[in-house]
């Protein structure tokens, strides 16, 4: 393995996905595997990491190894606080692998390392302040001011998807109703296109076979890129609704750029158009201000991964930094 | 006058407020006197802020001038780019007042000139990240990150007042539907006693004479002093609206701190019980995190003209680091 390369590892919620990173933020390989899932002994789950680590390198030397998880981690970046999808409950994760790995780890939130690698390498780069929303199965985020992530006095900052959008509206994963995540996301993709069914034709109704709870995200996608009318409204709606959740991000925080990665971002201006068309609409002082570029992620569902081993690069350099353990080195 | 004293002017709709400030922070004296209002002439405002600052100093050395005003300023804190209850637009303020009166001036908004004040001096001083909110007519606002008051790319970043908590909601200035102000301010305050009027015994009858669009914020404050239910309902209203709103800036920002300044934040406890209440029921995993705490600001409606004074002192220490110009002094 080449001197200055790094892993990065995400582990989402279905997915484990690693990956070597060269200096520059370029993915050099990758493997994956399923995620064992929450009701599973950790180490089940550690054991899974340590597996894909091994594929991914071999007898190869690893400099460092970032994680990024979908969890809430603490302001430390030592802890996996809770994840809803993982069995880690305020548990020492970094530690724990760091011994178990004998190489400097590195732990983060998946959406904050999503973050990190767009304002490092992506589409954040060199603006100094800019919000990056991902759009999967819910909404994830990350803050960027003075070309760092924003984390918080918890380390929780940029939970965007959990902002209420619609007083008693539609119930969250979170106990809360109307979070912005149950109308713009992989999840509201697939309700306002089931929703639509039967209101019109729509070869929706053949590719969930005439079974409405079938419906899937890749299936809205395939039929709105075969021009089915349904499919698109159905876009249009989470564009809509992401346009005005981000035209309250700006008013908040006026960035420089909003970046939209995540799994959904991937239909591009299908999504992203009405969206523009929304936070225009919605947003105050749109005539006496620059409104921020509304643009697509770089790396895409590879951020986390990208951002992890960066991450894990920088805690490198800092222990590079600090003088010797043990009397004069 | 002193040595290390400095004059901030706060310019609103209705009023301009001016004070000599100290170097702790606090407020030596201050004058005031009516906004001429938006129709008339710039030069009629600024002959007002000239009176007002000559009625506080005399004859006395003044050796910056700070000015909050009520609009939008620029990101380089030169210009008044727009301001509903004041003439200028796109105007050089700020090079125009110190040529005239030939001392420094820093100009910046009212609002970022409150969570200035309270960041340095106030409730938030010493917490790294504070979410500054003020309840007035509408809300107004300030975000503090790393104990500096993030502006943001235009420099308008905390206008959270338009910020959308209810798609369609009540009609707002802005052009907009359901924003925050309409919810949780002054004018909501209003306006939610207004709905109630009739519906049960109120002494607020008797004070608006049975003329319900008489009714003003400070009869509800009246009331809900001496005991009324009604008044103290919309009291609990635009508290259980505030709670929630900030929940959403929780999510985003993951703040060390909540203050509430603004004339509305006056009623105290009778505001921030049911905010309170409201923010911890709204705010996703407030099980997992040390959820902030929310106080009411330190300097209330003097608030601008503090942050502004101190405004003109750090200009005032920029300009004495920078190199004399026209050759060696």
């Given amino acids: 393995m080449a001197e200055d390369v790094y892993v990065g590892i995400d582990v989402g919620g279905t997915k484990v996905l690693a990956g070597v990173v060269d200096n520059r933020g370029r ?22 990491l340590t597996e894909a680590l091994g594929e991914l390198v071999g007898d190869g030397v690893v400099r460092g190894v970032g994680l990024a998880a979908a969890g809430f981690v603490d302001v430390t970046g030592e802890r996996v606080m809770f994840a809803p999808h993982l069995p880690w409950v305020d548990s020492p994760v970094r530690a724990r692998l760091e011994e178990r790995w004998q190489v400097p780890v590195a732990l983060e939130n998946d959406a904050t390392a999503t973050a990190h690698a767009e304002a490092t390498y992506g589409a954040a780069s060199g603006v100094e302040d800019a919000v990056v929303v991902t759009l999967g199965t819910g909404i994830g985020g990350g803050i960027i001011l003075g070309r760092q992530v924003h984390r918080g006095a918890n380390g929780m900052a940029g939970e965007f998807g959990h902002i209420q959008v619609v007083p008693g ?86 960035p420089g750029i909003l970046v939209v990665g995540g799994g959904v971002s991937a239909a591009g201006d299908r999504l992203l158009e009405p969206a ?42 800092r222990l590079a930094l600090q003088p010797p353990r043990g009397g004069p080195g």
Same sequence: chains 1, 2.
Avoid: K
């Fill in 169 to 254: 509206g539609a119930a969250c994963e979170c106990g809360g109703h109307g979070c912005w995540e149950q109308y713009a996301s992989g999840n509201a993709l697939v309700r306002f296109a089931r929703e639509g069914l039967g209101t019109r034709p729509s070869i929706l109704e053949e590719l969930c076979e005439g079974n409405p709870s079938a419906l899937t995200g890749p299936m809205v996608t395939r039929a709105a890129e075969e021009g089915d009318l349904l499919a698109h409204e159905a876009f249009g709606q989470v564009g809509d609704w992401l346009g005005v959740g981000l035209a309250n991000l700006v008013a908040a925080l006026d």
């Fill in 276 to 317: 523009r068309t929304a936070l225009l609409s919605s947003l105050v002082g749109a005539g006496h201000r620059t409104v921020p570029p509304l643009v697509v992620a770089r790396f895409g569902a590879q951020a986390g991964l990208v951002g992890a081993a960066d991450l894990a690069r920088q805690r490198v350099a």
């Fill in 27 to 48: 993915i050099l390989r990758t493997v994956h595997r399923a995620t064992p899932g929450r009701r599973v002994d950790v180490s089940i789950v550690e054991d899974a």
